[in-house]
């Protein structure tokens, strides 16, 4: 698999990684040895990039990836993995993220992830307000220092947001999401990113499964599963769920979608090496619930550059049936 370099951290990975969200919760019930299983074939199929979250099921997914990497040599492996800390946060507020916090999630994740030094940490889409100010930034290069975690960076929701720590001189990455169905951080992000050594990590590529081309109008989803709980933002920033696309209108614009998958090719895969092609992108993260989805994520970095073509035909999806949903919200 072609790999990059993940902006200040130095380390190169795979194009393709794995997105952990759905190994600790909120997509339905994933088994422990079906999780064990997903992350497996995706590290087998040339994955070297795994991202998850103090959250995911309450540590449950960071957990689960730190029993992984440990039974495949741990530091020996080559793997890079990147958590994140913030929503622990109660009430999730600008204040609520300080020096102290900052360690007490922090000695959680490595318990959790079984490392005294964790590869990346991300600020978990905290309250814009927490971007602005200096104290965030001392504190965590605080953590550097005391030798907790080797790098930090953001997940942002805004394209504002991604803009703000792109600046600060030793975020390592910003994660955003990026997809067919969500094209603005193309116009100023990824170019501030590239320019400013900013690692760039794609998420949402698949617009929560919508790109895959599986779904109609009639398709369900579990109580427990984000994309039922989560349509109108009950939960969590709506952008997280189907992009902020409304499902329906979704459905209709990936059929148009998948009429441009290349001969041999799924559709999530033509939607992820769409991510691969922009300029900047550094890693994309879908997720998997078996390891079948895997593998076929990870085989989307065999796919040949689409075509001018191709690119000019998803950008005319996007403008007629999608941008006027998403462009100016985030």
Not at 275 to 299: H, K, L, T
Request: with cysteine; glycine share 10%; hydrophobic share 45%.
């Amino acid at each position: 698999m072609e790999k990059r370099v993940l902006g200040r951290t130095g380390r190169d990975v795979g194009v393709i990684g794995l997105g952990c969200w759905q190994l600790g919760a909120d997509w339905g019930e994933v088994k422990e040895d079906t999780a064990l299983e997903v992350l497996g074939a995706a590290v087998d199929a040339g994955v070297t990039f795994l991202d998850t979250a103090d959250v995911y099921g309450d540590g449950r997914s960071e957990r689960l990836v730190g029993k992984f990497v440990a039974s495949r040599g741990g530091a020996a492996s080559g793997l890079t993995v990147a958590t994140k800390m913030g929503r622990r946060a109660d009430p999730h507020v600008a204040d609520a993220y300080s020096l102290d916090a900052f360690r007490a999630w922090n000695d959680r994740s490595r318990e959790n992830l079984g490392v005294d030094t964790l590869d990346l940490v991300q600020l978990h889409c905290p309250p814009t307000e927490v971007y602005s100010r200096e104290a965030t930034w001392d504190a965590l290069d605080t953590l550097v220092d005391e030798g907790r975690i080797a790098a930090y960076g953001v997940s942002v929701e805004t394209v504002d947001e991604a803009l703000t720590a792109i600046a600060r001189p030793h975020v390592a990455s910003v994660q955003i999401i990026l997809n067919v169905f969500r094209r603005k951080p193309l116009e100023q992000v990824l170019p501030a990113a590239a320019e400013a050594g900013v690692g760039i990590i794609a998420r949402v590529p698949l617009a929560s499964g919508l790109l895959s081309g599986k779904y109609d109008e009639s398709t369900t989803f579990a109580e427990s599963d984000h994309r039922t709980f989560n349509r109108q933002g009950e939960a969590f920033d709506v952008g997280e769920t189907f992009s902020g696309v409304p499902f329906e209108v979704g459905v209709a614009a990936a059929r148009e979608v998948a009429a441009y998958t290349p001969q041999g090719a799924t559709t999530a895969q033509l939607a992820l090496r769409w991510i691969v092609d922009q300029p900047g992108v550094s890693v994309v993260i879908p997720g998997a619930r078996n390891a079948e989805q895997a593998r076929g994520n990870a085989a989307a970095a065999n796919l040949a550059p689409l075509s001018d073509e191709t690119q000019a035909a998803l950008a005319a999806i996007y403008d007629e049936r999608i941008r006027t949903h998403v462009h100016a919200r985030w």
